[in-house]
């Protein structure tokens, strides 16, 4: 990143503009805190897909159900030109990922509705969906071929080379797995025996194809992108993203592969020296090119994602002899990263989702020359699809006070929540500015309470971000949400410490080898700034964050007493440890110089464990069974040293979870304990 040569006049300016805008508007009291019950009852509305003639936006709804548990989806549309929406699809089960038929005449999409996970039809003009793949293991991520006759989807398949199966026991089955590689999970999904592959779908007869027989994952469970499957315009080349190595846990050398028109092998079109990941292949509508997104350096998964654009010859999608030489970086100069894109129908121009300083605002890219235009600006905007007349946009916007809707071209199309919403006092972010770690600039968000009082002072609620190589925007959180926290009287803060996404790749960078020192100063920094707020009391304070924001709070807990109480969520406790038990091993290797046998130093010098003697402040541990990235033993041990210090602890699990809390029921209890513990610690009778 470049250095924000902002003097301290303009900081002091933004600091001061965000302690006087504090008066309470008539409207806000007459509304009412967001609960819990409101928050969960709200849709969740993704996945627009823009039909082919640009009159109709598919997209879906998720409601999450604590009667059953799930969330539960439907496939909607809405008419672009007078908003009138419908539900496309009912009855059991759940539906998602709307695909629109090259001739828009029939929607493909994914239903648990009979047989688990698989590909349905639906005509537009009238009918019944009918089911039409039936793969074993389901059926995700559906792509039209471009004549209308199949479709593309990803599946499951047994690859038992990776799972030894002991015969032994005979007739009597055990649940014992045996198992040799690495990557033997991910997230919270046991890999073991298991390879993803590619599948052509027959719309005719059902006929599923394994275009992907090989010992590889197609495309990569890893380093993935905005969908890493694309066909070329004539339908004769397929490119995915995958990993082509024999050991994939260690490396990130996710490259683009072509499969041809034999349909019969896999070739790179990667040169040998990259070994950065790369993801999301689109092919030009013309055929004249193929667009992917590339991370230069090896090993590292959050590098900045150039936008790279390769001539093809004739527009078939073969590699030319000389397609070095073609290649070229629609991005170059630039110091952020593309997140997602899509193609302009008439290929000269790519529309571009960027993350920018707390915000993704959606560029425009034309092609050749690489001019870069920013369009659409301010929240969260993202998956973008561009009409026939190549401006048209339809996206996803959302902010702090808005959950997910369709919009097309800066106006709101979709209104899932507006009723909802209407009854509720949700306050904005406000966003504030320091000189942090090494002379830069930070900068972070703040939200006032529901009804504030700019008379009272209320306790504060520190929220710290994970990643990482992550940031805080102005978005609606599924799981950490602002909102929900300020509902109980709690000032929030949040600040984009030195890891950061969104403010350049050098202030990215910085993190890395350095997790206990810069983002620590940034972290305490603005703390300081938020403290001496005229409307936050300095003496109730509370930290909370989760996978690297847990780990900042064990750190806290071992640096700094300035804190009432804190909340760990699946944090890093053990750097060796986490090491060793975290299934994706280049992030590791890459934030700590080396694996543990080789640069232990490092990670002594960088690990919570090694200042619990110093932990005096309440802690909440929460953590999960299902969690492969950061193991439950990180928060088996903190909890253990937290009691065995005398600390007041408790500690949350969830057996059915992972690294997220999703589940319905399971999310009411983490929002029930977490603002339960914060309050009894921060919340006095002397201040109601």
């Given at each position: 990143m470049e250095r924000w040569n902002v003097g301290r006049t303009l900081i002091l300016g933004i600091v001061l503009t965000f302690q006087l805008s504090n008066i309470p508007t008539v409207v806000a009291a007459q509304k009412r805190a967001i609960t819990f019950e409101d928050y969960i009852a709200l849709k969740s509305v993704s996945d627009p897909q823009l039909s082919p003639d640009g009159k109709w936006v598919a997209y879906t709804v998720s409601t999450p159900s604590l009667q059953d548990n799930r969330n539960v989806s439907r496939v909607w549309v809405v008419e672009v030109a007078t908003g009138s929406a419908r539900a496309l699809t009912g009855g059991p089960g759940s539906d998602r990922q709307p695909r629109w038929s090259p001739d828009g005449k029939t929607l493909a999409f994914i239903s648990t509705r009979e047989g688990g996970a698989q590909v349905w039809l639906l005509p537009i003009a009238g009918g019944d969906a009918r089911k039409v793949s039936s793969l074993a293991d389901g059926a995700s991520d559906p792509v039209w071929l471009p004549d209308g006759s199949a479709l593309l989807v990803v599946?499951?398949?047994?690859?038992?080379?990776?799972?030894?199966?002991?015969?032994?026991?005979?007739?009597?089955?055990?649940?014992?797995?045996?198992?040799?590689?690495?990557?033997?999970?991910?997230?919270?999904?046991?890999?073991?025996?298991?390879?993803?592959?590619?599948?052509?779908?027959?719309?005719?007869?059902?006929?599923?194809?394994?275009?992907?027989?090989?010992?590889?994952?197609?495309?990569?469970?890893?380093?993935?992108?905005?969908?890493?499957?694309?066909?070329?315009p004539d339908g004769e080349v397929i490119a995915v993203a995958m990993h082509g190595d024999s050991t994939v846990a260690d490396n990130t050398n996710v490259d683009i592969y072509l499969i041809g028109p034999e349909r019969a092998m896999l070739r790179s079109i990667s040169t040998v020296a990259e070994r950065g990941a790369e993801n999301t292949p689109r092919f030009s509508p013309d055929g004249t090119m193929l667009a992917w997104l590339s991370m230069e350096r090896a090993g590292f998964e959050a590098d900045r994602q150039r936008l790279i654009l390769l001539a093809l010859p004739g527009g078939r999608g073969r590699r030319p002899a000389n397609a070095s030489g073609q290649s070229g970086e629609a991005t170059a100069g630039w110091n952020l990263s593309v997140g997602s894109y899509t193609w302009c129908p008439n290929s000269r121009c790519i529309y571009a989702v960027v993350e920018e300083r707390g915000r993704d605002n959606i560029y425009r890219i034309d092609i050749p020359g690489y001019k870069r235009t920013r369009l659409i600006a301010g929240g969260v905007n993202t998956g973008t699809q561009v009409g026939p007349d190549n401006r048209t946009l339809v996206y996803l916007h959302q902010s702090n006070t808005q959950p997910p809707e369709v919009w097309v071209s800066g106006k709101a199309l979709t209104h899932h929540n507006d009723s909802a919403l209407a009854t509720l006092d949700l306050p904005p972010l406000e966003e504030f500015g320091f000189v942090g770690a090494l002379g830069?600039?930070?900068?972070?968000?703040?939200?006032?309470?529901?009804?504030?009082?700019?008379?009272?002072?209320?306790?504060?609620?520190?929220?710290?971000?994970?990643?990482?190589?992550?940031?805080?925007?102005?978005?609606?959180?599924?799981?950490?949400?602002?909102?929900?926290?300020a509902a109980r009287g709690f000032v929030v803060a949040e600040v984009n410490f030195?890891?950061?996404?969104?403010?350049?790749?050098?202030?990215?960078?910085?993190?890395?080898?350095?997790?206990?020192?810069?983002?620590?100063?940034?972290?305490?920094?603005?703390?300081?700034?938020?403290?001496?707020?005229?409307?936050?009391?300095?003496?109730?304070?509370?930290?909370?964050?989760?996978?690297?924001?847990?780990?900042?709070?064990?750190?806290?807990?071992?640096?700094?007493?300035?804190?009432?109480?804190?909340?760990?969520?699946?944090?890093?406790?053990?750097?060796?440890?986490?090491?060793?038990?975290?299934?994706?091993?280049?992030?590791?290797?890459?934030?700590?110089?080396?694996?543990?046998?080789?640069?232990?130093?490092?990670?002594?010098?960088?690990s919570p464990l090694n200042f619990v003697s110093n932990w005096k402040t309440p802690m909440l541990i929460v953590h999960s069974q299902l969690d492969y990235r950061v193991d439950l033993s990180e928060g088996y041990q903190a909890f253990t040293a937290a009691k065995r210090m005398g600390v007041d602890a408790k500690f949350l699990y969830f057996p059915d979870e992972g690294h997220w809390v999703l589940r319905p029921r399971n999310r009411r209890i983490w929002w029930g304990t977490v603002l339960d513990w914060l309050e009894v610690h921060l919340h006095e009778s002397a201040h109601p």
């Open positions: 599946s499951d398949i047994k690859w038992p080379e990776h799972q030894e199966i002991d015969q032994r026991n005979g007739e009597y089955s055990t649940e014992a797995r045996i198992w040799t590689g690495l990557m033997w999970r991910h997230w919270d999904d046991f890999r073991a025996g298991k390879r993803q592959h590619l599948f052509r779908v027959d719309v005719a007869t059902g006929k599923a194809t394994d275009l992907t027989p090989v010992d590889h994952d197609v495309p990569a469970i890893a380093t993935g992108g905005d969908g890493d499957v694309a066909v070329s830069d600039s930070v900068f972070g968000w703040s939200q006032k309470p529901p009804g504030f009082d700019p008379t009272r002072t209320y306790p504060l609620i520190y929220l710290i971000h994970g990643g990482p190589q992550g940031a805080w925007t102005d978005s609606w959180g599924p799981r950490w949400n602002n909102q929900m926290f030195h890891g950061s996404t969104g403010y350049g790749q050098k202030f990215t960078d910085a993190i890395s080898q350095h997790w206990g020192d810069y983002p620590y100063e940034d972290v305490m920094k603005g703390v300081d700034v938020v403290a001496r707020l005229p409307y936050v009391d300095s003496t109730r304070m509370g930290a909370a964050g989760a996978s690297y924001g847990g780990y900042m709070v064990y750190w806290i807990a071992g640096h700094s007493n300035r804190f009432k109480v804190l909340v760990d969520h699946d944090g890093v406790f053990n750097t060796t440890s986490m090491a060793g038990s975290t299934e994706e091993l280049w992030f590791t290797d890459w934030e700590f110089g080396g694996t543990p046998y080789a640069n232990r130093a490092l990670y002594e010098k960088r």
